[in-house]
């Protein structure tokens, strides 16, 4: 038996030294074939795209087809010919069906609404440009006048300017042109690439609705054969929280921004029937703008307020200082009342946490991760925080986690890691 052979120990130690050889190898293999492995997985990262886009549409959706769903069994119930199995099924499918339908519908109206005035307000930004670019040439001519050394510095800037120009009109200008016709090529092909990803990703999304029972009942099947019931009950309890942190931030970041962005729009508009301004910045592309940088935490303000204020300043300074105030003002409102509200705690994670998992995983994956990176990071935060909870009990040491949470107690007591450490 392997239970009192003589050389149990040595086994084990041959055993952890053969994995460590082999987890060398793999990690010298990784940083010397980076570039390769890099290349590959964003190979494999593009042809899984439509699945990606699919199972995020399926994700978002998914909460208005379980509504659908309970409003189809109920009338269903009503009807005694048709066998339970076969209601459910019909209830399933019909609620899969009319989500999409309402998503589509959704997606296309806002298309049809706010693309047409964003061409008309960025036309129309084109057309004021060179006035307001005159105007500003102006005042810049009559503030050099006024200070002689400013104007020998400006000078002298105008100069270089000039050179860089000429020299780039030479020399760069050919490689210039011959980059923007293969950007333009690029993005031509990038963009149905995109519009394929889309309509498959759609499909895929029908597909994974219409088989997510059975998919989940699949998955925790293989996840209790792997596993020991208290390890796949572990692994089960962060699926549940993981589940419940992505939808309450992603869903409750997506209205909140939506709402942010009416009451934008409303104050410009108010703006622009109490003072009466002929020339005012398109209030639809401010809060347009507005509401999709709000959806980024802690730095989405900024950014939005800066794009925003930039574009108000070249058309009607007078509309931008009231902006300004404005926009702060509706900043503070959202992040007391509005965000609290709609998204209550669903990280649990400190400001420090917050800026961190932004700025790492906005890196990472642009604007995607730093949409999605406090949630992620949320969950990797819970997993380790449980990995230490347990760590402690097995070692004798629960006093330790008990006098911490007495210290900083969380905000959700209900949530507390003692309690759970304790069933």
Same mark, same amino acid.
């Given at each position: 038996?392997?239970?009192?052979?003589?050389?149990?120990?040595? !086994?084990? *130690?041959?055993?952890?030294?053969?994995?460590?050889?082999?987890?060398?190898? $793999?990690?010298?293999?990784?940083?010397?074939?980076? @570039?390769?492995?890099?290349?590959?997985?964003?190979?494999?990262?593009?042809?899984?795209?439509?699945?990606?886009? @699919?199972?995020?549409?399926?994700?978002?959706?998914?909460?208005?087809?379980?509504?659908?769903?309970? /409003?189809?069994?109920? !009338?269903?119930?009503?009807?005694?010919?048709?066998? +339970?199995?076969?209601?459910?099924?019909?209830?399933?499918?019909?609620?899969?069906?009319?989500?999409?339908?309402?998503?589509?519908?959704?997606?296309?109206?806002? $298309?049809?609404? $706010?693309?047409?005035?964003?061409?008309?307000?960025? !036309?129309?930004?084109? +057309?004021?440009?060179?006035?307001?670019?005159?105007?500003?040439?102006?005042?810049?001519?009559?503030?050099?006048?006024?200070?002689?050394?400013?104007?020998?510095?400006?000078?002298?800037?105008?100069?270089?300017?000039?050179?860089?120009?000429?020299?780039?009109?030479?020399? &760069?200008?050919?490689?210039?042109?011959?980059?923007?016709?293969?950007?333009?090529?690029?993005?031509?092909?990038?963009?149905?690439?995109?519009?394929?990803?889309?309509?498959?990703?759609?499909?895929?999304? !029908?597909?994974?609705?219409?088989?997510?029972?059975?998919? *989940?009942?699949?998955?925790?099947?293989?996840?209790?054969?792997? /596993?020991?019931?208290?390890?796949?009950?572990?692994?089960?309890?962060?699926?549940?929280?993981?589940?419940?942190?992505?939808?309450?931030?992603?869903?409750?970041?997506?209205? #909140?921004?939506?709402?942010?962005? =009416?009451?934008?729009? =409303?104050?410009?508009?108010?703006?622009?029937?109490?003072?009466?301004?002929?020339?005012?910045?398109?209030?639809?592309?401010?809060?347009?703008?507005?509401?999709?940088?709000?959806?980024?935490?802690?730095?989405?303000?900024?950014? &939005?307020? /800066?794009?925003?204020?930039?574009?108000?300043?070249?058309?009607?300074?007078?509309?931008?200082?009231?902006?300004?105030?404005?926009?702060?003002?509706?900043?503070?409102?959202?992040?007391?009342?509005?965000?609290?509200?709609?998204?209550? #705690?669903?990280?649990?994670?400190?400001?420090?946490?917050?800026?961190?998992?932004?700025?790492?995983?906005?890196?990472?994956?642009?604007?995607?991760?730093?949409?999605? @990176?406090?949630? =992620?990071?949320?969950?990797?935060?819970?997993? $380790?925080? +449980?990995? =230490?909870?347990?760590?402690?009990?097995?070692?004798?040491?629960?006093?330790?986690?008990?006098?911490?949470?007495?210290?900083?107690?969380?905000?959700?007591?209900?949530?507390?890691?003692?309690?759970?450490?304790?069933?």
């Amino acid at each position: 038996m392997m239970k009192n052979h003589p050389y149990k120990k040595y !086994i084990y *130690a041959a055993v952890s030294l053969f994995g460590v050889i082999v987890l060398s190898i $793999i990690v010298f293999f990784i940083i010397f074939r980076y @570039g390769e492995i890099k290349q590959a997985l964003r190979h494999i990262f593009n042809t899984l795209m439509p699945f990606i886009i @699919g199972a995020a549409l399926a994700y978002m959706v998914c909460p208005l087809c379980r509504t659908i769903e309970k /409003f189809y069994l109920r !009338i269903l119930e009503k009807t005694e010919r048709i066998k +339970q199995a076969k209601k459910e099924k019909l209830a399933l499918t019909a609620s899969v069906f009319t989500g999409i339908f309402i998503t589509l519908v959704v997606i296309y109206l806002i $298309i049809i609404i $706010i693309v047409p005035q964003l061409i008309t307000s960025v !036309i129309r930004l084109v +057309q004021i440009l060179p006035d307001s670019a005159d105007r500003l040439v102006k005042w810049l001519e009559k503030m050099l006048n006024s200070n002689e050394q400013l104007l020998a510095v400006s000078q002298e800037l105008v100069d270089k300017g000039y050179h860089f120009i000429t020299d780039w009109l030479s020399n &760069g200008l050919l490689e210039s042109v011959e980059n923007i016709a293969t950007g333009l090529s690029s993005g031509v092909i990038s963009f149905f690439t995109l519009m394929l990803n889309l309509f498959i990703g759609v499909i895929v999304a !029908i597909y994974l609705l219409l088989s997510r029972k059975k998919l *989940a009942r699949q998955g925790k099947l293989i996840l209790y054969s792997i /596993f020991k019931k208290e390890a796949a009950d572990s692994i089960m309890d962060e699926v549940y929280f993981a589940d419940k942190t992505f939808s309450g931030f992603i869903n409750g970041k997506i209205v #909140d921004a939506v709402i942010v962005a =009416v009451i934008c729009y =409303v104050g410009m508009m108010l703006f622009k029937v109490i003072t009466g301004a002929q020339v005012t910045m398109s209030e639809v592309l401010v809060a347009v703008i507005v509401g999709i940088f709000n959806v980024i935490p802690f730095f989405g303000w900024y950014i &939005g307020l /800066f794009a925003s204020a930039l574009l108000i300043l070249i058309v009607n300074p007078v509309q931008c200082v009231f902006f300004v105030v404005f926009d702060f003002i509706l900043q503070q409102i959202d992040g007391n009342i509005l965000g609290p509200k709609i998204l209550g #705690d669903t990280t649990g994670l400190s400001s420090f946490w917050v800026l961190f998992s932004i700025l790492l995983f906005g890196d990472l994956w642009g604007f995607a991760g730093m949409l999605i @990176g406090v949630p =992620v990071f949320a969950v990797i935060y819970h997993i $380790i925080s +449980q990995l =230490v909870a347990k760590g402690l009990r097995r070692n004798g040491q629960e006093e330790m986690l008990v006098q911490y949470e007495r210290d900083f107690p969380p905000k959700q007591p209900e949530e507390t890691i003692v309690r759970k450490i304790k069933q």
